[in-house]
């Protein structure tokens, strides 16, 4: 392909990738999408910040906000060929630009350390499926005993870590795409299998009622915060890797359908993960109040004892690990993927020392998070520990200010009406109305009124 019609496919050049067609720009954001993120998540912050409550407010949001910054990232990022940093430049090459690109994109930079910590665990717990330790990890202490282990959590960080490294060095294509296609629909098929086992045990239903009716009684401010916050994560947006996306893809791809299709798939396996999860509380541990408070923990806690409970649970653990690992590797490898696009972007360096720059930033932070839970466990960063901590940076603070940084940039720089006529390149802009009034109103206020209290809270100022 000549230089002309690479311009016109709208795929840039160079050491960049670019997806291979429609297909493959919506498997790889769903890939990006499905991950972590669902499936261990969604659930546990369900369960903590009043289930039915929780569901309500993350659907609402999606559908409002979530949409507005998918359509925002992706057609930004497609109409500059860029990632965040340069897509923001691309409108002026002020400070506040620099400031809003670079918050875009050191999101990613500090989620991805964490993210490989818990994708860890998730190896962990695969491979001591495979040695048949059924009925060892279904035990209460299991989880804990393994996680005050510094060298094994150390060790199994570094081990998936090392195999994101390798799939971003293999190339987009390659690494991401291959992966979603053959994963995904398998996970879904063996999801509602474990979701379907677990709503059926005694005692199951309390929980599907928890998490499917709201309850006003279990709302509060934090029930937004962890929303939102949610929202932003399992979309992978207010990160720039949308930006990225955008800017691999072809100008035949039809954004608005894409951003719908990711939505609803996105969304249907984070209600499923609760399905399997939220029941299996009720069912096995009797909805105890500090087991639904769990955290980051839920997920590891729970889900060895539903397949403890069956007779092929060895089985089942395995697949059910495996599935979640290359789940959570196509989302690390998009996260990794974002900063090692901006850092070829700015820098001019070669793909291959941005990788080794990420990774390196991943090593340090990942493992302050994971000695976080055994030798570094004494030390507390307003009261959360260093994984809690960069957790709650990323979500409840700097992806809220991307998002904004995205809003302004649209109301600013771009306009309301070059968006659309990007996004009518592709196809009919059928929410427009709707994406304009948030992007205009609804986003900034709320996103303000957001960040203010989640700071404030974490300072101790007010209480929600
Ligand atoms: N959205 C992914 C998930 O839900 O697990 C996680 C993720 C992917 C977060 C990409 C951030 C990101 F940049």
Redesign the pocket.
């Known amino acids: 392909m000549n230089e002309s019609e690479e311009k016109k496919k709208g795929k840039p050049k160079g050491e960049r990738g670019s997806f291979s067609g429609k297909l493959g720009y919506v498997l790889a954001v769903a890939g990006?999408?499905?991950?972590?993120?669902?499936?261990?998540?969604?659930p546990y912050l369900a369960a903590k910040y009043g289930g039915g409550m929780f569901l309500l407010v993350y659907l609402l949001l999606i559908l409002t906000f979530g949409y507005a910054l998918i359509m925002a990232e992706t057609t930004l990022g497609r109409m500059t060929g860029k990632s965040p940093v340069g897509a923001f430049t691309a409108f002026g090459r002020t400070p506040a630009f620099y400031i809003g690109g670079w918050i875009n994109s050191i999101?990613?930079m500090i989620?991805?350390p964490y993210?490989c910590v818990i994708g860890g665990w998730v190896i962990k717990y695969f491979v001591e499926y495979i040695k048949g330790s059924t009925q060892a990890v279904a035990d209460d202490s299991y989880f804990t005993n393994f996680t005050g282990q510094a060298g094994s959590v150390e060790l199994w960080f570094i081990v998936f870590t090392a195999m994101v490294t390798i799939a971003i060095l293999a190339g987009v294509k390659h690494g991401v795409e291959l992966a979603s296609k053959v994963m995904m629909p398998v996970l879904v098929v063996l999801a509602i299998f474990v979701a379907v086992y677990s709503m059926t045990r005694p005692g199951a239903l309390e929980g599907v009622k928890y998490f499917f009716i709201p309850n006003f009684k279990n709302f509060s401010v934090m029930t937004v915060v962890a929303a939102m916050g949610q929202m932003?994560?399992?979309?992978?947006i207010a990160?720039?890797?949308l930006y990225t996306y955008g800017s691999y893809t072809g100008k035949d791809v039809d954004l608005e359908k894409s951003a719908k299709q990711i939505e609803i798939f996105?969304t249907g396996i984070?209600v499923l993960a609760g399905l399997m999860i939220i029941p299996a509380v009720f069912a096995f541990s009797g909805g105890a109040m500090e087991t639904l408070q769990a955290g980051p923990s839920l997920m590891f806690i729970t889900i060895p004892k539903v397949f403890a409970a069956m007779g092929t649970g060895r089985i089942i653990g395995i697949l059910f690990f495996m599935l979640v690992m290359f789940?959570?590797l196509t989302?690390?490898i998009?996260?990794m993927e974002?900063g090692v696009a901006t850092f070829v972007d700015q820098t001019g360096k070669s793909r291959i020392f941005c990788t080794m720059l990420m990774l390196l930033i991943t090593l340090v932070l990942g493992s302050l998070s994971a000695f976080g839970f055994n030798i570094l466990g004494s030390i507390t960063i307003f009261g959360m520990s260093f994984l809690d901590f960069f957790d709650f940076l990323s979500n409840s603070v700097l992806m809220p200010i991307a998002a904004l940084a995205t809003c302004i940039l649209i109301l600013r720089a771009v306009g309301l009406g070059r968006l659309a006529a990007e996004v009518e390149i592709s196809s009919e802009f059928k929410r427009k109305k709707l994406f304009n009034f948030v992007i205009k109103y609804i986003a900034p206020a709320f996103l303000i009124v957001i960040l203010i209290s989640s700071v404030l809270s974490v300072l101790g100022i007010i209480k929600m």
């Open positions: 990006s999408a499905v991950g972590l993120g669902n499936i261990w998540r969604f999101v990613p989620i991805v993210y932003f994560f399992s979309l992978s990160m720039g890797i996105d984070a789940a959570a989302s690390a998009s996260i974002a």
